[in-house]
């Protein structure tokens, strides 16, 4: 992924330490893209960050920039209030970027991080250097790092409920930007510019008008990425999504350099004729690549501690690490995946699709045919499913209760219920409870974004994530994303179908993971321990030691699912003690 380094100083400031740092950035791949008198510029690969003046000089955007797929080319206002223009920016365009407004001498005033949140964005002052920044390097910290602290009740948030991984910075004197938000640099301030709610409203309640708009959206976004990237890869699963992305890049004018895929070391997990009957519709050869049981290693987490906030993008580092081999050995500079298709398309077989359902279609829904498929795709009785629906309330606040890992000890922070809640899934107490539900998918798809291996190997690109896909499904009621409950997906389905080999379009099941993740995890008993147990979270009381002993268990993880837990909490002990260790200066 490319990184950029924005710096500006004043006559106040110290010069020799703003001068080193633009000298060291230079040393260290950053190429000059803009020099002020005041201000410097910097970026490096893999994909350099474009630059792009879309109003005027003052007001900076980094990443990719596409106009908007509905055909709005209102222009930004060069000068007025930047909340407003930021909104209008998001209007006009889609992407991949930061937005920067800045002083006529190239201070930094605020940062519009974009709905995507495709690039982090962090920043501070240091002897009077303003830092701007994608990347929390070592040698730029070792320079010019200012007082950091860790908020305890944050990091407890975070085990509390995985998703706020995504949500606020755990790093006190760091300004850290999130995604869809505008902040204020000169003042505690941020205001909230793009939320998933805002466009739940129903845009169409026909089928056919849906799909056709579905594949427009996701075909215009692969057309608009096959232009800017040089040399692109794709990872494909054997599963849905990967597929329509793999077809949909290619039909956008794409000549991928690899299409990868890492398969299961046991049946369940092993998609490859997927894959081969993928590629002999689109006419590719897959790079495939076994999944190895290896134990995790202290050094194995590294990787997820460098960024702002903990790195959960890179705790299957088996198949990061492969993934990112492969992107370097293929040489290629962006990886498109199908991430995010299982919300954004709305795989999720649940009761509350019912719940939805009734409140769409009416009474009448309990006599639709629909009603009998989805009772034996969620395995409840159509009773189950109507009770569910009739006794759920209209207004109800998002209960996250159940998403807190099992080795957490909710008595070690405080906790507030509406504080704690990820900033995109408030206001959701009117949205019907499946609708919240691929709200929440989409909030835990910003994960896809934070660093990794792969994201230090190639440009990660999730297009089902994009800006113009995520805004129409949200649009698009789970009713008619499922077609009343029938199967999984079935709109997307109904839009891809010409692109897409029968035994993928009509398939209902998935990889299976299970065994491979349970083995591995038993393989690391003795790290986890060390790493967990020996750690600051245990120091702290966060996990409880007892339940985390008891877990540590080889039939445990091998049968009763914690694993994700562990990989969980390895990350946010590997990101503690690094942000501890540069706290105090070591």
Not at 175 to 202: I, Y
Not at 260 to 272: K, S
Not at 499 to 508: A, G
Request: contains cysteine; glycine residues 10%.
């Amino acid at each position: 992924m490319g990184h950029f380094l924005h710096l500006a100083w004043s006559d106040t400031s110290n010069l020799a330490l703003a001068e080193g740092l633009v000298a060291e950035a230079q040393a260290r791949g950053f190429v000059p893209v803009q020099v002020m008198e005041q201000a410097w510029l910097g970026t490096k690969g893999p994909r350099p960050l474009a630059v792009h003046h879309p109003a005027g000089e003052h007001l900076l955007v980094l990443g990719d920039l596409f106009d908007a797929l509905d055909g709005d080319r209102t222009p930004i206002p060069t000068h007025g209030d930047d909340a407003d223009r930021a909104r209008a920016l998001i209007r006009r365009y889609w992407g991949r970027y930061i937005g920067m407004f800045r002083t006529p001498r190239g201070q930094v005033r605020q940062i519009l991080r974009d709905p995507s949140g495709a690039h982090e964005c962090a920043a501070w002052r240091y002897e009077g250097v303003q830092v701007v920044t994608s990347e929390l390097s070592d040698w730029l910290l070792e320079s010019a790092a200012p007082p950091v602290q860790i908020d305890w009740d944050v990091v407890g948030g975070l085990l509390r409920d995985p998703i706020n991984a995504t949500a606020a910075s755990p790093l006190i004197g760091i300004r850290v930007a999130e995604a869809g938000d505008l902040t204020d640099l000169n003042a505690r301030r941020t205001t909230p510019l793009w939320r998933p709610v805002d466009f739940t409203a129903s845009v169409t309640s026909d089928p056919r008008e849906a799909a056709a708009w579905l594949r427009g959206r996701i075909d215009g976004c692969l057309a608009a990425f096959a232009k800017v990237i040089e040399r692109p890869g794709v990872e494909v699963s054997g599963g849905l999504d990967s597929a329509i992305v793999a077809g949909g890049f290619q039909a956008g004018g794409a000549t991928p350099h690899l299409w990868f895929n890492m398969f299961g070391p046991f049946a369940e997990g092993d998609e490859r004729r997927f894959v081969r009957t993928l590629g002999d519709r689109l006419g590719f050869e897959p790079h495939c690549v076994q999944r190895a049981i290896r134990p995790m290693t202290t050094e194995g987490f590294e990787v997820t501690a460098r960024g702002p906030r903990p790195g959960v993008n890179g705790r299957d580092y088996s198949f990061d690490t492969a993934v990112a081999e492969a992107c370097r050995e293929a040489g290629v500079d962006a990886l498109l995946t199908g991430k995010g298709g299982d919300g954004v398309f709305f795989q999720m077989g649940v009761p509350d699709i019912f719940t939805d359902v009734l409140r769409e279609r009416g009474l009448g829904a309990v006599f639709s045919p629909a009603l009998p498929q989805l009772a034996r795709w969620t395995r409840r009785s159509t009773w189950s499913l109507l009770r569910t629906a009739l006794s759920t309330p209209r207004r109800a606040p998002l209960d996250r209760s159940a998403r807190r890992l099992s080795i957490f000890n909710p008595e070690s922070v405080s906790h507030d219920a509406e504080r704690d809640l990820h900033p995109w899934l408030r206001g959701l107490e009117t949205v019907p409870p499946a609708k919240r539900l691929q709200i929440e998918s989409v909030a835990a798809g910003l994960a896809y974004q934070s660093q990794c291996r792969r994201t230090e190997a190639a440009d990660l690109i999730h297009p089902l994530l994009a800006q113009p896909v995520v805004e129409l499904a949200l649009g698009l009621s789970v009713p008619l994303l499922t077609d009343d409950g029938r199967a999984d997906r079935r709109l997307a389905r109904a839009a891809f179908a010409d692109r897409l080999p029968p035994e993928i379009l009509h398939r209902r099941s998935k990889g299976e993971m299970t065994a491979y993740f349970g083995r591995q995890a038993a393989a690391s008993i003795p790290f986890l321990r060390d790493h967990l147990l020996g750690g600051r979270l245990a120091a702290r009381g966060l996990i409880d030691r007892g339940r985390t002993e008891a877990l540590l268990d080889p039939d445990r993880l091998l049968w009763k699912g914690s694993v994700p837990d562990f990989t969980m909490a390895a990350v946010m002990e590997s990101w503690v003690r690094r942000w501890e260790a540069i706290g105090a200066g070591v």
